[in-house]
């Protein structure tokens, strides 16, 4: 990573952040997010039963089967599948709830009802004993899904980064800053992009993640850097600063960023569909801050750091100036 | 330490991990064949995406159930077609009722419309009550956006009725929240022969209230109601004889109650308290959004009746959690083979400080109300976990390459400590600090999220800083080979 010097190559970086935030923005107002996981548009068929079969195992699985075979000859493929039961009044009825992405045209609905009325109607072992209902609902979820937003994951790594500022200088306070907040736009912009399915409420859980985990990344930075001032017997200027730091820096962030990368991994591949529908997307925030940190982060830095030392510089002239008139 | 102060602290912190990870962990059946006891993991809330039941119960056929809750809000004169057809059914030995009922009736979509209420033409309902129903949508979704509730849902079911769901078991809101019509307040000795103080004939409640929210201090919960200054008045005016005779203020939406205060002194306040010791945070939430969205909501002219309420196994199906103990189980593994290859017997240092960690976690999200276990939860911890391997590898780095150069065993590790302490330190803190601060910013379940990364990443400190260290020495008293212990190696030199 050394060799390829990213410090030194800050106008790609942007570049590159900069098509896919801007493409991203762009998406997001035209499209939204992809909220498939959430299933706005869709159709259920439901298959209500009675305390009889509640008890009775077999009886479970035989409509279980009636309602799989026909779904199959219809070529409807199930989405979802849930098992309900009622409360109150209704706590001796139980249903099973089958969920259809968008919609089941009436003539399928109806069919599909005949069939497996008729099925279960042809099970005496059934319909002598139990009492069974079944029908279609539609559904349609408001907009208003409670965006978790408000700006909280800002007030965080703000008031994070404050301390930072206090204890390893304003300079890393500040590429902090900008590399948690571009993390966030880039995770929220590549999530529009390609269209992933995500629950509604999901993208800004995954761009915070993104934002804490750069943070979390560029400490290891900071504290490189730290120790290298501490170390060093003279002044080091930025441009080495950035390198050192940097070499000594890099590898911690990149298996950092791998163990976080192996966990999201292994909670997305192990678990069920639902839970990884949540949590591998989170890989994108995991790549986001990877990038930062081990390209965009050291780049920003360096300009960061020259600013200051100039700065710096220009302060002590000013002083020396007054000196030297004192001395005439 | 000493080798006998070392054997007491290592025989008391294996106790406390055993017990720790015995209350948290284990769940059996007892020896009556009825009764099972539950582990605080058992017991922990789980939230509707991978539900359980609360409390570990299980239902007739040995499964656990949970997730969430949801009701149907049919409009007055709509029913499902299982209403439909069962009424119908019953009519079966009287044919005109039949014919009368089936007349009755028009089908639209997967409902039916009673058409003495609602005019129905070519299978769909007129355009008024497409408008009033649309409203009212927007008048539920604002209410349960209002509650603030992990993992609420409001959907438009079969056309014209609305499904609402919940999470947790917040079901008591189901029926509140269904309440529809204009606020007003209502004063006397019973609701019957209550006299309406506000709003007067020809003026608008907004004359009178200007919304109402929840508020929260010390565990104590209480809905919050603000008046213009003619509400005020009104108010004032209509309770300035309590003193004498103490009267009853009924906060109505509709012909419902939302609340009733019992008045025996005369309210002249601008904004009005009303606390209960039967208040919850969520009933309390409740009724203020009940109130605000029919003061400021949007309105609609129809009525709601809640039915087919149920329960749901959790979101993401019904082995979602048992999968993610396993992603655990595996991670955990890992990490454990990873510490003892590299470090041998210190890794037991580790393993005693995940152990403490892990149950601590566990018991504050069984403990603290608002947490529950989720997938944001889970890998918030699983973030954490993270962070204290790497913190305890790096100390145990440090002291590593110290005991390299030749240092004895307590000197390599007191610098190994001293040299990351502050940068472990510093770590900590604002990944913390950044976790809080989410906290208390964010709504659920981002919130969640951050308390939990905040509280796991101050556990992973005093994990990796202090109870690390203390593990390494009393684990390190017996051993004479202090370097085999721990797998470290001084660097070999070669003789000139």
Redesign the interface.
Known sequence: MNKLAPWKRLPIWLAISAVVIIAGIILMALLGFNNAAEKPENTKYEVEYNIVVINDEDMQNSIKASCEEVFKNNHLSVADFQTAQGTGETQDRNAFIYTFTGEVSAETQAKVKSEVDSKLAANTNLTDLADVYTTWHTESLTSAVDYVWRGAIAVGVVAALIYLGIRFGVGCALTGLAISLHDALFTLAVLAIARIPVYAAAPVWYAAAAALLSLAFWLIHCIKLRTLKKESQVPLDADTAVETGYAGAWKWVAVSAGLVAVVVLLTGLIATAGVRTMALPLLIAVVAAAYSNLLLGPAIHLHVRRAFDKLSRGNKLKYVGKEKKADK | MSKIKSAICLTLMTLLIAGLCFICFVSFGLPNGIDTYNSILTMTEKDA?LGMRYGGSE???G?Y?GGG??AVYYPEGVI???EY??TLNGMENDADKQAEYKDRYAKV??LYFDTDEIKVTDGKPDEAFEAQFQSA?DLF??RY?AL??ED????????YAV?VFVGRND?AAFTPLSYTGEFSVKYGSDSDSATTIMPERGKSINDYVKGAHASSLAGNHAVVIDFTKEGREALAKASAGAADSSATAFFCVGDNDALQLTVDTQIDEKSLSITSTSFTDISAKTSAALIDTAVNGAKTELSFTVE?????????????LL??Y??FG??FL?MMVFFFVRYHLLAFAHLYTYLLFLCGTVLCVWAIPFLTLS??T??AF??T???L??SDAVTFEKARAEFATGKTMASSVKTGYSKCFW?LF??H???A??????F????????S??FL?GLTTVFSGLGALLVSRFNWAILMAYTPKKGAFCNFKREETEDE
């Open positions: 995406d239902d007739m056929s499964r159930l809750y949801s499902s077609a299982e057809d069962t979509g997967n949508v979704t604002a956006e603030h509730l609420f849902r409001v959907s438009v079911f079969d056309g499904r079901t087919d309420t149920a329960g749901y196994h959790g979101l993401y199906g019904e082995n979602a999968w993610m396993v992603v595996v991670a890992a997938v944001e889970f890998i699983m973030l976990s993270v962070l391997s790497v940068n510093d770590v803190i604002v990944l600090l950044a976790g809080f601060f989410t208390f910013v964010a709504l659920p379940s981002l919130s999220f951050g990364f």
